[in-house]
């Protein structure tokens, strides 16, 4: 073979390397074109074997440097380019936005109960979480080893005890924020309060968690009535549940109310009916009969309003309280039937809110 003819064959794979070099975008790409022509069966490794073919074997040397030398440099600027495409940034496209957390549903829904009793007057208040057994029970007319106080399944502190506030407890309920709200005042009413703030009871299951919050309203003043307190509940429940939701009360035994009610509210999956359908053939699964049991409500006891130096001839009051877990819960389109979901943590629930 002629010199002459070998540098043909040579300047060819020059440029097959440019042609291809062109639409290699990566450096993986780069790569591999080096492989496919340098390497050990690479066309220009084979190329160079056929030297010993060429007629003037020292200029057919001369011929093969060059070339490599032209190859390496053919990939070398092909590298850079494509590690330069690789740190290009498009400053027009739309930038990722960090993901932003938002509140808990359960403080979605203090600060929405919070807004609708301050249209009414009401005032939130916050007393302790750990609080003595006399907020607790002895100053709602829950003497000391009183059958009642068994249903408050309490958590009690390891504490010295007090003389006279007793022994120190988880709180049970909200209840405790009565006497201290009239205390607070000086035991002068007009008392429109809202207290909400975290419980802890001794139960776990689907219904119930050992943390939990409760929201507790008390309104004292002459000549407060229950018609007042069913005037509030039915506000509260348009308010919170939406228009037409109702309320209702059911004869019910709490210490330190007189008389005492359990507290309903109308459901708004069947609208009160109890049923799903129009035919009645399918009965409500959310609600029995139409109306959820949320909490409980009465009429302030004399003893509460003595303990709190109000003088009962003179004053009247109305109270109630109940779980925002629970009454969160019953919204339309949440009807969450396991409430620890709220404590998990888990961010493909919480996401939801
Ligand atoms: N403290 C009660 C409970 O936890 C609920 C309750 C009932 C609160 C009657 C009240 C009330 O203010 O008047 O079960």
Known sequence: MTTAEYSQKLDTVVTELKTALQSATSSETVEALKTEYLGKKGSFTLLSKQIKDVDDKKEAGQLLNTTKQTLEDMLATARTTAA???????????????????????????????????????????????????????????????????????FFVDAPVDNQMGKMVLTTHTSNGQVREMERLNSQPPIRMINIARCYRRQQDATHTQMFHQFE???????????????????????????????????????????????????????????LDDAETQKCRFCKSGWHEVGGAGMVHPNVLKAGGIDPDEYTGFAFGWGIERTYTLKEGLNLDDIRLLYSGDLRFLHQF
């Open 217 to 275: 309203g008390l309104v004292v003043d002459k000549g407060i009535t229950i018609q007042h307190l069913k005037g509030t509940l039915d506000y509260f429940a348009e308010q919170f549940y939406g228009p037409g939701t109702k309320s209702r009360i059911r004869p019910f035994h709490f210490q330190f109310t007189e008389p005492s009610f359990e507290v309903d509210f109308s459901c708004q999956i069947c609208h009160g009916t109890g049923y």
């Open 84 to 154: 330069k495409k690789l740190a290009w940034i498009d400053l027009t496209m739309p930038g990722k936005k960090p993901e932003v957390g938002h509140t808990h549903p359960v403080s979605q829904a203090m600060e929405e109960i919070t807004h609708i009793f301050e249209q009414i007057g009401f005032t939130r208040v916050r007393y302790p979480e750990v609080d003595w057994d006399h907020y607790v029970f002895e100053a709602l007319n829950m003497p000391k080893s009183h059958p009642a106080r068994d249903e408050w399944e309490t």
